[in-house]
Every structure is written in structure tokens, then in C-alpha cells.
């Protein structure tokens, strides 16, 4: 019962922590701020690695568990479809968004880059 409740509460808070960046990221570009900065650059690849602790996190619970919060009154859910043997779910989904958040931090560094030169130049 406490692995479930840390479990959940590790996985509520690296979600909040995505959407608190992307908050930020998408807040920088409403308020008129430059687009392309180290800063901005920043936001993405905290996302990534934030992403990849999710896969990381699911990688290590999916091996046998189970979580029933109230089995007496039957509520519950079985992970791994009831299987008894350790499986491992690899969630290529967070995987995927991580890889693509990760290649946008490098886009958005180098359009940083060339911002910097823009600037300069003129």
C-alpha cells in the first residue's frame, strides 16, 4: 500500500512539474518576451529529463505490481494484466516525448544562438 501511494504521489509530482514548465515556456512567449533564449532553451530539456524520470519511475514499479487501495470493498486495479511473472512495461510514449522535447531544447538553443547574432549584428 505505501509503494502505490509513493508511486502516485512521485507521479503527480513529475506531472505537475511538466505542465509547470510548459506553463512557463508557453507564458514567456504570451507575455511578448524573446522566443528564443537560454532560458527558453532550459524548459524543454527539464521536460525531457522530467519525462524520462516517468519512464524510469513506470519501469520500476511494472515489475509485479499490484495495487487494490480498498480491496474489501473491491476496488482495485491489477497492473501487468494479473501476470505473476515480473514483466517489464516500458512506456515508449513518455520515451518518445522525451526524445522529441529533448531534440526542441537543441533546436531552441541554437535559435538562441542565432538570435544572439541577429542582435548583435544590427
Do not use: H
Not at 507575455?31 to 532560458?39: H, I, N, P, R
Not at 530539456?45 to 470493498?73: R, W
Not at 517489464?88 to 544572439?116: D, E, K, T, W
Amino acid at each position: 500500500m505505501a509503494g502505490s501511494v509513493l508511486y502516485a504521489v512521485v507521479f503527480g509530482a513529475l506531472c505537475i512539474m511538466i505542465l509547470w514548465n510548459l506553463t512557463q515556456l508557453f507564458g514567456e512567449v504570451d507575455k511578448g518576451e524573446k522566443q528564443f533564449s537560454e532560458q527558453q532553451a532550459e524548459r524543454p530539456q527539464t521536460i525531457a529529463v522530467i519525462a524520462l524520470a516517468i519512464v524510469v519511475l513506470d519501469a520500476l514499479m511494472s515489475f509485479g505490481f499490484m495495487f487494490q487501495p480498498i480491496p474489501e470493498l473491491g476496488f482495485g486495479m491489477v497492473v501487468n494484466d494479473g501476470i505473476t511473472e515480473p514483466t517489464l512495461n516500458l512506456n515508449v510514449g513518455m520515451l518518445a516525448f522525451s526524445a522529441i522535447m529533448y531534440s526542441l531544447s537543441a533546436i531552441f538553443r541554437y535559435a538562441a544562438l542565432l538570435q544572439q547574432l541577429s542582435d548583435e549584428t544590427v
